[in-house]
């Protein structure tokens, strides 16, 4: 005769690991299929004594094609992105066209200069430029009178 040890969360387990299997499977098939529908960039950020920057990946999308708003202390960049790509050879034939809007917002901090933002677009890449706003550190005496 085989001893076993009882365990008696096994079989829950098995079933939290199938249900876990399905939920993970599900997520993948709507992001692949959000990827050919939808596009986010993704954005890289950095602050420097003097600005704030933002740094968007934007392959395949022409500058035109890209809108920078501020509203209020709300950065927003959006656009479209159109891709086609497309082999012919003897034996077959394949077009992958992947496209979509797009649209990243940012919370300003609140001491930004919004009427000085630059922003440069070269080899996919846009970078925005925020200026801080000059605080004066210094100390003096205040005379009362």
Not at 22 to 42: H, Y
Not at 71 to 94: C, F, Q
Not at 101 to 111: A, C, G, H, I, N
């Amino acid at each position: 005769m085989i001893v076993k040890q009882y365990t008696p969360f096994n079989d829950i387990r098995k079933s939290f690991d199938l249900v876990n299997t399905i939920i993970n499977t599900i997520g993948e098939q709507a992001a692949s299929e959000q990827e050919v529908v939808d596009f986010r960039p993704k954005v890289n950020t950095r602050e420097t004594e003097e600005n704030y920057h933002i740094e968007v990946e934007l392959p395949g999308v022409k500058k035109e094609n890209v809108d920078i708003k501020v509203d209020g202390n709300i950065l927003t960049i959006s656009g479209e992105r159109n891709v086609r790509e497309e082999v012919k050879d003897e034996d077959y034939h394949k077009v992958e066209s992947r496209y979509g809007l797009f649209s990243r917002s940012f919370t300003l901090p609140e001491r930004v200069d919004t009427s000085n933002i630059e922003a440069e677009f070269i080899n996919g890449i846009l970078e925005i430029s925020i200026p801080k706003l000059k605080i004066d550190t210094s100390s003096k005496k205040i005379e009362i009178k």
